[in-house]
Every structure is written in structure tokens, then in C-alpha cells.
């Protein structure tokens, strides 16, 4: 019994928490000190962005967007900036098998018992891209991936995404020269 515990708990651990993951990248050629203002894009929405097709999450996603480049010291204005806040995401449905209780039963050998389960659910990708508006060119990208969870509270989904913004933009600008 131990032993099933000890492997239904990391599953259900996983279940119960989703963390977001996070990969970033940039442009070494660029001088990030250089940037001193910014503002969000404004341009065409990109072809199959959920975030176009969910106005609201928008709104939400470059509100903490904002809040935290002014925490950085960066200043947002409408005319003439230094880059460009793009952000875009995208949702796909991912399969997750779980296997636990397989063994080898001596005299006998050969399996005996196990369950595997098998459940479906839906991983997101925030992008926020960083564009230097001089050279129109991508300087920097943060990704941030998790498991889509539905909030009933707005409250709750503003903390989300308020965390996830703030983990993607943590090593921004890189080697801190802001």
C-alpha cells in the first residue's frame, strides 16, 4: 500500500500544481542599456493568437506586462521608445499516461497488477516578445508554458498572470543592465 501511495503522489502533485516553465533568448549583439522606454504593440494581431481571440486575458497580460517594466525603471510612452512589447500565445491539447504498480511477483515471473491512466489537457505558451523599434528586430524572447487551468475568479487569474509575466520578464534585460 506504501508503495502505491509513494507512486500516485508525484502524479497527483503534478496534477494539483502547474508550474510555469521558462525559456528565454536574445540577440548578443544587442545594447540593452541602450533601451529606456517602451510601449506595447499596436499593429496587426497575429493570425491563430489566443490572445486576440481572448480580449479580456489581453488586457490582463499587458497590464502586468507594463507594471513590471515600470518596476524595472523602464518608462512607457506613445511616442518615440526604444522597443516594442509584442505578446502572443498559443494553446495545444497534450496527452499525459501515467503507469504505476507494475512489479515482478516471485516464484512467478511475470507482471502482475498496474493501472495505467490516461487523462488529456491543454498546455499554454505565453510569448512576450522585444522588438528594438531602431534596427526593427527581435532583441529578446521570453516563453512561459503551463497547463491551462479555468478560473471562475478574475482575482485568481490576474495572480496568475500576474506570476507568470513576472517569471518570464525576470532575466530582462539580460545580465541585469537595467
Known sequence: MKKLLF???PSLIL?????????????????FAEFKSFKLYEGKP???DELTK???IMKRV?????????GKGFTEVDDEVDFIVLAHAGVKEKMRVDTYGYG??????GPYGGTTSVSYYEEGSLVI?????DKKELSWRGIGTRTIIDYSDPEDMQQV????????????PPGGSK
Open 15 to 31: 496534477l494539483c500544481c502547474s508550474p510555469v516553465t521558462v525559456t528565454t533568448d536574445y540577440n548578443p549583439d544587442q545594447d
Open 104 to 109: 515482478w511477483y516471485d516464484p512467478w515471473w
Open 161 to 172: 498572470v500576474d506570476e507568470t509575466v513576472t517569471k518570464i520578464l525576470a532575466d530582462f
Open 54 to 56: 481572448n480580449p479580456l
Open 46 to 48: 497575429l493570425p491563430n
Open 129 to 133: 516578445d522585444i522588438v528594438d523599434t
Open 7 to 9: 507512486l500516485l503522489l
Open 62 to 70: 499587458e497590464s502586468a506586462i507594463s507594471k513590471i517594466l515600470i
